[in-house]
């Protein structure tokens, strides 16, 4: 069944169509060019194209299939949410080897975006831990794919945006954890130099670390910010007791454009930024509070009005040092952006996806309140990206232009080839491909 | 408990299954599709953790004859059956189904004649261990007609009146009917429909229909405030009931 409805991305941008849920996705994605699971991409990447304008919405395939506690490979069909995973397996004592930092995504969505986490420098992306994949391709037919058989469909999948085939089920290698607690570092630093430093130096000794900045504090204290650093809690640390689901609070309504004024951020970021005292805090935290600190406010993306926001994520190659990540900010702070979030976190090898986003160096994040001048920003940020080297995350992108983006990825010509070869008449396609690549509105 | 579920792969029957096996039920699925069967058996024992494993067997509300079979074979399996539940059943949109005379057959059919003999097998072999409870989902459109669910209410109706009825003959047996009455709930069977106020979610059916179970009720509606929406709607005067289009 169906009917229409609006389908967009988290930051807003999106169109009217059907979605068409189903528990059944072997037949539900039949000719359809789109899977849609759980619509946290911020951009347009899980929007369908305009003269087509159906998604299979995934969210009721999400039944586990089978689970090896020995080695920890977990099949399931790809609607199965990272929540509900946490749910059942957290009190296990077993986690997904790579999370992102909100768990409403599911597992086809998950190896969509490729995605990374705080422990990138140790795990890579999530791609690195998938067994194998069981898709329908393009021209109808239902593929598995793994490292060895189709090997090029699975590793054009990791990434992929969705554009290769509609994920059905997802096998993949689970991690067995000492308890279900993180044991957690906080630092507040006072400038850029001292937080990539801080940032380097507990890559070394934690596996997961990530760091916030203030991104709208400019000259000598420009880039202080917060350095997150944490591992899990051995059992002799940890409360007895597995976490429990935290309650959410909701923002009820879209609040007005002028709530996320950059005032109005300046004295968030400012006053987020002085509260953390003393300089370093230790403790115990539950999984949910370290990973997924926004999660704990129910439809967030209302905070930025009708109007909507973007995210901008970047890359910048280490091979240009920390130059390039400074080049950036004072880039973004000449343009007045006021971004509530913006994150910091040092990336480690490339994945094995042939689209994948991570490269070793560091990736900045950042919100952008969609207003009149939000793409010639992006635009500004890309020509900067382009020049260091760098690339951007399709997942949280909504406004780059194909020149840019053909420039930023010489990735994409053996992308796709691969994506020829399944597909010739590129029917899977989304607003961004069709932004992008120039596929058939 | 021991629990045998008629439709456990799909929306509200699906989250039933999922809350008994990780509360400690032991399970006997049946459905009409083998594979979807097995799918689902592999989903509960995952997340039942180690225990003895989830029977099935196939059972089709379209043909009769599987009923038997498949009740002795979850008999056999869980030793005693603690309850039988229905979460099966077709569902058109009003529009729909004054388009297609065929699936409206097809509706009545299966949600009445066919629904009503597999709880007649249901009653005898509960009986014949000397009780037990029968909890089958009927829906808050049998309540009373309203225009978006005039035929599909039609066939719940006659369910509900079924199950009322049951409850008066077999409850000193010991048979203990409950007669589900879920309103609007978020599931494959209404993707697509516009989800009015009050909208509920299978995973909150599935905690109030499984206190059901462990301490039965004749009439449950769920979410619970649907009963407040029905009693709310009864009461509406028919000159009402011909203008509103809910």
Redesign the interface.
Known sequence: MSGRTRIAGWGGVGTVGEQRLSEDLLHATEGVPLSRGLGRSYGDSAVPPLSDPVVVGTTLADRILSFDAESGALRAESGLSLYELNRIFLPRRFFVPVTPGTQFVTLGGMVASDVHGKNHHVEGCFGEHVLALRMRVGDGRVVDCSPTVHSDLFFATLGGMGLTGHILEVTFLMKKIPSSWIYQETERVADLDALLDALGEAARQFPMTVAWIDCLNEGRGMGRGILYRGRWATEAEAPKQAPKPKLRLRVPFQLPSWAMSTESVRLFNSALYHQHIPRVRRGIVSPEEFFYPLDSIRDWNRIYGKQGFTQHQAVLPASKGRGAVRRFLELLTSQGGASFLCVLKDCGKEGRGMLSFPMPGTSIALDLALRDRTQEHIDRLNELVIREGGRIYLTKDALTRPEHFAQMEPRLAAWQKVRDKWDPDHHLRSAQSVRLLGDKP | MNVVILGA???MG?ALARLCAERGDRLFLLGRDAE?LA??V??LG??A?PGPQVGFAQCDLEKTETFETALTAAKQQLGHIDAVVVTAGLFG?QEQLEADPELTERVLRVNFVSTVLFCEAARKLLLTQGGGTLCVFSSVAGDRARKPVVLYGASKAGLSAYLNGLDHKYYSSGLRVICVRPGFVK????????PPPFAGEPEQVAREVRAALLCPRPVVYTPIVWELVMTAISMLPRAVMRRINF
């Open positions: 792969t799909k929306g699906r979807d799918r689902s592999a989903d995952v997340r953790g949109t599931t494959g069977m209404t993707a697509g429909l516009r």
